[in-house]
């Protein structure tokens, strides 16, 4: 017979259990009791590895950690996948433009990027100087690369503004407004070049048909390769957080 892995409560309260499988890594369980959940789902969230389990209200407790432990390889594997996010703070290393940058003090009275590295002042709020710095190269990396692709095509923006969206990053209104993720300065040049050459061709075409497509290929020919980028490294993006 195989022997289970122990699975303890830890903590108990009205709106979620929490259980420890124990193991190497131990892995922490959210287990929450739902009314309108019609069965058992067990989640691995991508973005810190925290695991939720939902279960019905009638659902024995017994029976949720047998269901729990007949998927606990499934579960090891995808928290395992799971990198941990990365705080900005000194002795990290951020994204910055595709390159990894480590942040270090310095004697500066606000954050410059130099030689590969963000310096930052001694006791300062690293985080919030750090995002509003990725916030400022956004604006200006985002606007010159709309107003180069709106003039290669010969339309014209109404406004430009950036936001920290999960979803998607850009979207181009049919009133002419442009929104970007300001993560966008973490990536690689071309990359940031090609979310704004699309998100222009949007003012042409509000779709995503082959002739929006002909579009971008017109004026960024390399398009694929970035959104393969995107695809594959975008979640890094969203894996910096900066403690504001
Ligand atoms: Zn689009």
Redesign the pocket.
Known sequence: MVSKTLVRLIDRNAEMDRYVLDGEPSVTVFMRRSTRARRMVLRVSRLDGRVSLTIPRGVKDKEALAFLQERESWLRKHVSAVQPTILASVGAEILFQGVSSPIINADVARVAYQDGMFQVPYNGRTGAQIQAYLKLAARDALAQASDHYAGVIGRGYRRLSLRDTRSRWGS?SSQGALMYSWRLIMAPPEVLSYVAA??VA?LVEMN?GPQFWQIVADIFPDYQDCRKWLRDNGEQLHRVTFDT
């Open positions: 181009c699309h998100e949007h995503h």
